[in-house]
């Protein structure tokens, strides 16, 4: 089990501590940088962005825009074991779709190597770097415990002797693993990270944007803190996984020769139930074809959530609501869809849709005749306007819709029963029609000409109301309907694989919608009365429309609490 707790968000963010230490520091008295504050995002180019990342992408850039200061964009390329320019691309493409904007400040990590080396061999002359020649195994067994301090055989090398073998090491003369650079800090720190840390490693792997030119490259704990000196970064917000590692950035800071010093502060990252934000986990659900992509609607990728249908206004409100916490929780996903359903409600079109369609036939409609009504796009925004839809003899109703035996409380079609078909007639229906294995195949009505509209001059009382669509005018489209990617609320394990849901999704592709959607463009939003709502996905064309289901219309996060 996890030790993250479960945490219900409030509805307003009742704080926020960044906030807090930032006006110390502005204050009189206080750390005074003598300029705007200026944070920054910093993502590794190795993945795609997920929903944990919007919630750090909104503190950094939020912050910034709050004080009226300013967020760089920075790309963290220092291991290019995994780094590639498609995902370089994707990330900038995920924070203009949020809404922020990095100006003309977008930089990458990389282009500090240089100076990052400059440094380092400034700190070996100084004294406080040396070349260590231990493997990562025997690194580890020499790190000591809280009762002993860690033990490196090459910590009192001579100065010369680790300034040749760094040159060395960056003319590519070592093997990978072969050496390392390492701080000369504390070997008996009670914080491990401060136990001479490898601060340069080799690494002969072709970069994506220096090519071959290093073959040794900074480890992030020493390459952050001086890409945020020099960018003249003031906040460095950070995950809390970093709160061990503070001492090492301020150590870093205080040792290179940089005018600006930052302050790091940490924050919790975000959980979600029933995925994974592990982005080695997430690469292996796309390489191995669990998933069609990094954008299939089932992940926590941004790019996924976006073809499923959620919008940048639901993600930042949901970022918003549930605050800025020093501890780790999860945050049930049914809040991030209460979010959603609350923005696509003020700005998703109504609309008719028949996804498990069987046929009703108007029994005393004249054959041939049709008429037409005019219905609200969004009766929450009337200035969206109406559409006209038409109907006749031959209609499409849900099949759940009819029953030939109701149960208990049942009030849509049965035999004998009055129902009021959305925005046309009163119909009752008067049986149905059945192939050679008792499967309905037709549903049989008399419609009430006095009723259009739905209205019933006679005040009797018509308990069901169901959606339909006119057979004769009516598209065909494909639907999917997507659940949990997984079974459990915390699949965050090493078997996460075995975890998934067989049942995340459902392809329908005898569904039934009305004409105007033909003229939609993705990422169209809709409302599909009484199922849900759903997105144009951007695979459809005009001869092949296809749906994705956002959220169903029940309100679970709502209902419980």
Not at 85 to 110: N, P, T
Not at 197 to 221: A, E, L, S
């Amino acid at each position: 089990m996890s030790d993250n707790k479960i945490v219900e968000p409030a509805e307003e963010n009742s704080g926020n501590f960044i906030h807090t230490l930032i006006e110390e520091d502005l204050a009189e008295g206080g750390r005074d940088y003598g300029k705007k504050v200026h944070t920054r995002f910093p993502p590794e180019p190795n993945g795609y962005l997920h929903i944990g990342h919007a919630k750090a992408i909104c503190i950094d850039f939020g912050t910034a825009e709050k004080y009226g200061g300013m967020c760089n964009l920075r790309m963290d390329d220092t291991n290019p074991t995994k780094e590639d320019v498609e995902y370089v691309d994707s990330i900038k493409r995920d924070i203009k779709w949020l809404g922020f904007d990095w100006d003309d400040r977008f930089y990458y990590a990389s282009d500090y190597f240089p100076k990052m080396y400059e440094l380092a061999v400034k700190l070996i002359r100084e004294g406080l770097a040396y070349v260590c020649e231990l493997t990562p195994e025997q690194m580890h067994n020499n790190r000591g415990d809280l009762s002993h301090p860690a033990v490196s055989p090459y910590r009192d090398r001579p100065m010369e002797e680790s300034l040749d073998l760094f040159a060395r090491m960056k003319a590519g003369e070592f093997e990978d693993g072969r050496m390392t650079l390492r701080a000369k800090i504390d070997l008996n720190s009670g914080n491990f990270n401060m136990r001479d840390p490898v601060i340069y490693r080799i690494n002969h792997m072709k970069h994506h944007r220096t090519g071959n030119d290093w073959c040794i490259y900074p480890m992030y704990d020493f390459a952050h803190p001086i890409e945020d000196a020099i960018e003249g970064i003031t906040h460095s917000l950070c995950s809390l996984e970093f709160e061990d590692h503070r001492p090492l950035y301020d150590w870093v800071i205080e040792h290179v020769d940089l005018p600006a010093k930052p302050r790091q502060i940490e924050f919790a990252r975000l959980g979600i139930n029933n995925t994974v934000m592990s982005k080695r986990k997430l690469r292996q659900l796309v390489e191995k074809h669990y998933v069609s992509g990094w954008d299939d609607p089932r992940m926590p990728t941004l790019c996924g959530l976006r073809r499923r249908g959620f919008t940048p206004a639901s993600i930042r409100n949901f970022c918003e609501r549930i605050g800025v916490a020093k501890v780790n929780s999860i945050v049930e996903f049914s809040f991030l869809e209460h979010c959603l359903r609350e923005d696509l409600n003020q700005n998703a079109r109504r609309t008719m849709a028949v996804l498990h369609p069987i046929k009703l036939t108007i029994t005393n409609y004249p054959e041939g005749k049709s008429e037409t009504f005019e219905v609200e796009n969004n009766p929450e925004c009337p200035e969206d306007g109406t559409r006209t839809v038409t109907f006749s003899r031959n209609l499409w109703i849900e099949r759940e819709d009819f029953m030939q035996e109701p149960i208990k409380k049942y009030f849509r079609m049965f035999p004998g029963n009055e129902v009021r078909l959305k925005t046309a007639y009163v119909v009752r229906c008067t049986g149905c029609k059945t192939d050679s294995n008792g499967n309905v195949t037709e549903v049989l009505a008399q419609y009430d000409p006095a009723t259009r509209g739905g209205n019933t001059p006679d005040g009797r009382k018509v308990k069901g109301t169901i959606h339909w669509l006119d057979a004769d005018t009516a598209i065909p489209a494909e639907v999917r309907l997507y659940d949990n990617l997984f079974t459990v609320p915390e699949p965050e394990q090493e078997n996460f694989l075995e975890l998934l849901n067989p049942n995340s999704l459902e392809i329908l592709t005898e569904c039934k919608v009305e004409p105007s959607m033909m003229q939609a463009k993705a990422p169209a939003f809709f409302q599909f009365m009484r199922q849900g709502y759903f997105c144009l996905d951007q695979d459809s064309t005009q001869d092949h429309l296809i749906f994705n289901r956002s959220v169903s219309l029940k309100d679970s996060f709502k209902k419980k609490n």
